[in-house]
């Protein structure tokens, strides 16, 4: 890892008009090269594409919850999701990944600690990185994005080191996504009444984000999970497509790991990112907190510099479009 100091360098991307499909067929690799992959623009195949060196993996929910569902929904919905990647089928065997829950946990921002670390999904309203300044106009992740997933990864080989979900748990609006989210039934989540928002399937939207923490972009097939649009009332992310599984097969082909595999992440597991050991709250910009980077955000607000051998890559997923468009027809975006 390197011991300069560099901004954070964050890529956030929004989806806000239908481009057809490509006739080409084919999930795609988050890549070191790539810049934005926004919709259904073109995958970006040059670069290391990203990778876990060893995908035993850990993840936390945050014990603050939603205000939208209870914390044993929100678990449930969670842990299927990763259950789904987890479980595929190749080829008589399941693919090398392991996912372990090790909440709950207090660490609502994304970042990566060389003294204690976790992949947290946490729900966030308001709407934007509590690491970043405030008063900047790059605070808030993009207002219509119902999720951000952050990587850090190594700038060189693909490496990743860390992955954060974070959900907006805003009241959906004219002028930004978010909740209401549910466990809905598998006929599809209800509408709304008159006024008000229906729900958004949780454990779509996560299952969907889980494939960005593992290193999968957009795939422009229409019924893979990785595709870039979905019906807003849809569940149908919940289930993995052909192509999802070519996806999780290739880069995880089956190895020897097992479900008692070591999950502890890279610098050792935290759940606790916001207080010390005496309750006292831990300034973002602490030295030492982020490896490579001298401390710092790790979301909106850092300005780019220099990749250091591990910098965050934030990627924006299920980005509804404009109100007026949904209610033509709903449907929510990923980017």
């Not at 992959?37 to 936390?60: I, R």
């Not at 089928?89 to 372990?100: E, I, Q, R, Y």
């Not at 090790?102 to 660490?107: E, K, L």
Request: hydrophobic share 35%.
């Amino acid at each position: 890892m390197s011991s300069r100091a560099f901004p954070s360098a964050v890529l956030v991307f929004a989806v806000f008009a239908c481009i057809p499909p490509s006739d080409v067929a084919a999930y795609c690799r988050m890549t070191t090269e790539t810049q934005a992959q926004v919709g259904d623009a073109p995958c970006v195949e040059t670069g290391a594409p990203f990778f876990w060196k060893h995908p035993c993996l850990s993840y936390a929910i945050d014990e603050r919850g939603s205000r939208w569902m209870t914390n044993e929904e929100i678990e449930e919905a969670v842990d299927l999701s990763f259950e789904t990647w987890e479980n595929v089928d190749c080829g008589g065997s399941p693919p090398n990944l392991v996912f372990t829950p090790s909440g709950p946990s207090t660490c609502r921002r994304p970042e990566f600690n060389n003294n204690g670390n976790v992949n947290t999904i946490a729900f966030l309203d308001p709407w934007g990185n509590p690491c970043a300044d405030r008063n900047d106009i790059d605070y808030r992740y993009e207002p219509f994005a119902l999720a951000v997933t952050i990587v850090w990864r190594n700038g060189s080989s693909g490496e990743m080191f860390d992955a954060d979900i974070m959900v907006n748990d805003q009241l959906s609006s004219s002028v930004n996504a978010g909740g209401p989210y549910a466990n809905c039934p598998d006929t599809g989540c209800p509408p709304g009444s008159a006024g008000s928002p229906g729900p958004s399937d949780l454990r779509s939207i996560v299952t969907h984000e889980i494939g960005h923490f593992i290193g999968i972009g957009h795939s422009n097939i229409e019924d893979a999970t990785m595709y870039a649009k979905t019906e807003q009332s849809s569940v149908s992310n919940r289930t993995l497509a052909q192509d999802d599984i070519n996806a999780v097969c290739d880069i995880y082909p089956p190895g020897s790991l097992d479900q008692f595999c070591d999950a502890t992440p890279l610098g050792g597991l935290g759940l606790n990112c916001e207080t010390d050991e005496f309750g006292e709250p831990v300034a973002c910009d602490e030295p030492g907190s982020v490896p490579g980077n001298g401390g710092g955000c790790s979301g909106g607000g850092c300005s780019a510099g220099d990749a250091p051998a591990d910098v965050p890559w934030a990627t924006v997923l299920l980005v509804l479009i404009g109100l007026a468009a949904m209610r033509r027809r709903p449907r929510r975006r990923h980017a």
